[in-house]
């Protein structure tokens, strides 16, 4: 069974930073992207970030670039993403996703898939 746990979120001003966990079980870790989305309040789900973990490859939302930084341990099955300079406008609840994403079938980036296993969420709040 497949299995996504987040954690490290909580509360902080601007500026601050957070690094967020998802430790992962149950498939073939190495196989598939593990993305990092979010949705706030009244908002559409938002895709963050993505890495593949086989080859390293990586891919960032423009809202994000420059400020998060996804990275992962295959000792540990983990992704995490460190994220600097965070706004308020960063405030959502945090998941973390696995599936084929075009970083992994060798595509130029097509958009966000629809991943099939997902994890609970952990919430970040960013005050002002």
């Known amino acids: 069974q497949v299995q996504l746990v987040e954690s490290g979120g909580g509360s902080v001003q601007a500026g601050g930073s957070l690094r967020l966990s998802c430790v992962t079980s149950g498939y073939a870790y190495n196989r598939h992207c593990l993305a990092w989305f979010r949705r706030a309040p009244g908002n559409e789900r938002e895709g963050v970030a993505a890495?593949?973990?086989?080859?390293?490859?990586?891919y960032y939302a423009d809202s994000v670039k420059g400020r998060f930084t996804v990275s992962h341990d295959s000792a540990k099955s983990s992704a995490y993403l460190q994220m600097n300079g965070l706004k308020p406008d960063d405030t959502a609840m945090y998941y973390c996703?696995?599936?084929?994403?075009?970083?992994?079938?060798?595509?130029?980036?097509?958009?966000?898939?629809?991943?099939?296993?997902w994890g609970r969420g952990t919430q970040v709040t960013v005050s002002s």
């Open positions: 996703a696995t599936g084929p994403c075009a970083l992994s079938l060798g595509l130029p980036w097509y958009g966000w898939p629809d991943f099939d296993h």
């Open positions: 890495i593949y973990p086989r080859d390293g490859l990586t």
